[in-house]
């Protein structure tokens, strides 16, 4: 079954249900799923709707003409995605391989990532024998001290020519500049532990061990300008006792790590996430 998903948000008012509702019904589209949720702070509406279009009688640029003309009597905001067109996702690695391990296996060995993966970025060439495993090509672009913005070029210039949606980065230990993240402005999806901004830099395990900490944990959110400050997507912990040595903190938080970035990317490739300024709306289902 071939579905048309659309992501909204308006500003919150009577009738707004009703009359996305009555729409589909005018246009004989029959609703699988209809998800909302209202923020009373900012008086804002968001829904997720999917309708079945298996049978439609109209061609997809019609369809979108139609609902945009309907949707500026409403002043909507909106997205519309169509569930037989796989996003195409480029991954971005340093030198860990836990997360992009999780990533390829969802996606080729269990096939529950519905995506498109066409090539590996990194700027080591520690895991092309990961990305030959899963028959993927991999791209190394070292960074030369003082050619940061050269390397990015090189990156780029890959993900235009493979014509990529979505890029996630799976623990790539660099910066990327404000220019790289405008291009991909909410399609960049970063993890990194939740010891931030505690213990930044080198070794934050071995650091927050020493200070006894009862928890860990990893933060997956949308890339922007602020590093490491963009729209959370997705979150999980662990308790830890003081029975737990550095290392055991090390493994422990690799495992939340590539569970919460695979999640996120999940709720991004099924079209669940609304972003609302620095907060994200993210539906169940």
């Not at 990533?103 to 990194?122: G, N, T, V, Y």
């Not at 997956?220 to 490491?228: C, E, Q, R």
């Not at 290392?247 to 079209?271: F, P, S």
């Amino acid at each position: 079954m071939t579905q048309a998903i659309f992501l909204i948000r308006s500003m919150d008012r009577k009738g707004l249900l009703s009359g996305i509702s009555t729409y589909f019904y005018n246009k004989n589209f029959n609703i699988l799923l209809c998800q909302q949720y209202t923020d009373d702070r900012e008086n804002l509406y968001f829904m997720r709707v999917c309708v079945d279009i298996s049978d439609m009688k109209m061609t997809r640029k019609e369809f979108s003409a139609s609902f945009a003309e309907f949707a500026r009597t409403l002043s909507l905001e909106y997205s519309l995605n169509f569930t037989d067109t796989p996003q195409r996702v480029a991954i971005l690695v340093s030198k860990t391989s836990h997360c992009l391990y999780d990533l390829l296996a969802h996606a080729q060995d269990e096939r529950d990532l519905k995506c498109e993966i066409p090539l590996i970025i990194s700027n080591h060439p520690d895991l092309e024998n990961i990305a030959d495993k899963f028959r993927i090509p991999y791209f190394c672009f070292p960074v030369e001290k003082g050619g940061e913005l050269e390397q990015e070029k090189l990156i780029l210039e890959q993900l235009d020519k493979h014509h990529i949606d979505l890029v996630v980065l799976a623990r790539y230990m660099r910066i990327l500049s404000k220019d790289f993240i405008d291009r991909y402005a909410g399609r960049i999806i970063n993890i990194h532990h939740a010891f931030l901004p505690a213990f930044q830099g080198g070794d934050p395990y071995r650091r927050a061990w020493e200070r006894g900490v009862k928890m860990i944990g990893a933060t997956a959110h949308y890339a922007t300008v602020d590093l490491d400050e963009g729209p959370i997507i997705e979150q999980d912990v662990e308790r830890i006792t003081h029975e737990d040595g550095p290392n055991d903190l090390k493994r422990m938080g690799k495992d939340i790590e590539r569970r919460v970035l695979t999640r996120a990317v999940r709720a991004h490739l099924q079209h669940r996430i609304i972003t609302s300024g620095r907060r994200t709306i993210v539906f169940s289902r």
